[in-house]
């Protein structure tokens, strides 16, 4: 199936707007992203994010994740390694025009965060039907006999 629009096309250009986990350069926000019917689906694993914390805008097109992962503050313990981000999040996605941006869905699981971004009835592919102009013809052509 050819895609006709790009409804994500400014999606992270390579990268560029991923926040990264400190020294280990892995990724905070890692997303999937596919499209289902006359849906898109993003996946974003925020795996030890209190769900309280997640706050999700769109402002002209612009969707914005934003979510906050608290360090573990128990004095006591001896690190061995820490590799698990800690702090704010934030991953911003540009959304094209043929997204119906006002009935984006948000639901939580097992630390998935999972929208449901709808596609606009402007631009779900339709059938154009086809009107014969042999009706109007012939009804000339019984006025010029007459």
Not at 45 to 54: E, H, K, N
Not at 106 to 122: D, M, N, S
């Amino acid at each position: 199936m050819v895609l006709t629009f790009d409804p994500f096309r400014d999606l992270d250009r390579l990268a560029g707007q991923l926040f990264t986990g400190g020294s280990t350069g892995g990724l905070a926000m890692p997303i999937d992203l596919y499209r289902s019917g006359d849906h898109f689906v993003l996946h974003c694993d925020l795996a030890g994010v209190d769900p309280g914390s997640v706050q999700i805008d769109v402002d002209r097109r612009v969707l914005t994740i934003r979510a906050e992962r608290t360090a573990r503050t128990d004095d006591e313990v001896q690190w061995v390694r820490r590799e698990r981000p800690t702090g704010t999040f934030e991953r911003r996605i540009t959304l094209g025009d043929g997204l119906d941006v006002d009935r984006i869905a948000a639901t939580w699981q097992e630390g998935v965060l999972t929208l449901t971004i709808p596609v606009a009835e402007a631009a779900k592919p339709r059938r154009i039907e086809i009107t014969t102009a042999g009706a109007g013809a012939g009804a000339q052509s019984e006025l010029a006999a007459a």
